[in-house]
């Protein structure tokens, strides 16, 4: 596995707060993740958030940097299973699922790299590129990956669509196989 970039630093407090914002977050969704909402989970008023937390946009950025790195982590195990491909695959979809309203976070809108730590992003997508070897393959393998779960997620595939059926027919497909290879 390749280092693991270190993440932006935050004192005890903010690391405190970032984790309640993690948990509104994925309870209530994006909309609900305001200074004034975590201010009143964590019974204090919301300027008193202001000393260790700057902004909203700081906030998020720790929050996107958690996304980048547990994916990252996960990913980047997942590619010492025996089939690699397909378990790379798996984890990425299993992980966003998990947390949805985290990876929406994360892989949706504007990503504020300049707010994140150097070599993060890159590095939490890089089995895609160790899957492929080929920075255009890897980011057309991201992005059907990022589009499979980010429609699942937002219940956009027919009812009764079988999504195990139609991720191993875009698994075979990346490896070159017919529909029906193990994903």
Same mark, same amino acid.
């Given at each position: 596995?390749?280092?693991? %970039?270190?993440? +932006?630093?935050? +004192?005890?407090?903010?690391?405190?707060?970032?984790?309640?914002?993690?948990?509104?977050?994925?309870e209530?969704g /994006?909309?609900?993740?305001t !200074?004034?909402?975590? $201010?009143?989970?964590?019974?204090?008023?919301?300027?008193?958030?202001? @000393?260790?937390?700057?902004?909203?946009?700081?906030?998020e950025?720790?929050l996107?940097?958690?996304?980048?790195?547990e994916?990252? &982590?996960?990913l980047h195990a997942? *590619?010492? &299973?025996p089939? %690699?491909?397909?378990?790379?695959l /798996?984890?990425?979809?299993?992980?966003a !699922?998990?947390? %949805?309203?985290?990876?929406r976070?994360?892989? +949706?809108?504007?990503?504020?790299?300049?707010? *994140? $730590? %150097?070599?993060?992003?890159?590095?939490?997508? @890089?089995?895609?590129?160790?899957?492929?070897?080929?920075?255009?393959?890897?980011q057309? *393998?991201w992005?059907? $990956?990022?589009?499979m779960?980010?429609? &699942?997620?937002?219940?956009?595939?027919?009812?009764?669509?079988? !999504?195990?059926?139609?991720?191993? +027919?875009?698994?075979a497909a990346?490896?070159?196989?017919?529909?029906?290879?193990?994903m």
């Amino acid at each position: 596995m390749s280092e693991h %970039p270190q993440r +932006t630093p935050l +004192t005890a407090r903010a690391a405190r707060i970032v984790v309640e914002a993690r948990g509104l977050l994925e309870e209530e969704g /994006r909309d609900a993740l305001t !200074l004034r909402a975590l $201010a009143a989970r964590l019974g204090i008023r919301a300027p008193s958030l202001y @000393k260790h937390i700057p902004d909203k946009a700081a906030l998020e950025a720790a929050l996107i940097e958690q996304g980048l790195a547990e994916m990252g &982590e996960a990913l980047h195990a997942a *590619l010492q &299973e025996p089939d %690699p491909f397909g378990a790379v695959l /798996r984890t990425y979809r299993a992980h966003a !699922l998990t947390t %949805p309203n985290l990876y929406r976070l994360a892989t +949706t809108g504007p990503l504020p790299r300049e707010r *994140l $730590a %150097p070599g993060l992003e890159d590095w939490s997508g @890089k089995p895609f590129f160790l899957l492929t070897g080929d920075p255009e393959q890897a980011q057309a *393998l991201w992005a059907f $990956a990022h589009g499979m779960v980010i429609l &699942e997620i937002d219940g956009r595939f027919p009812a009764g669509s079988d !999504l195990d059926r139609t991720w191993e +027919t875009g698994s075979a497909a990346f490896r070159g196989g017919g529909a029906g290879a193990d994903m």
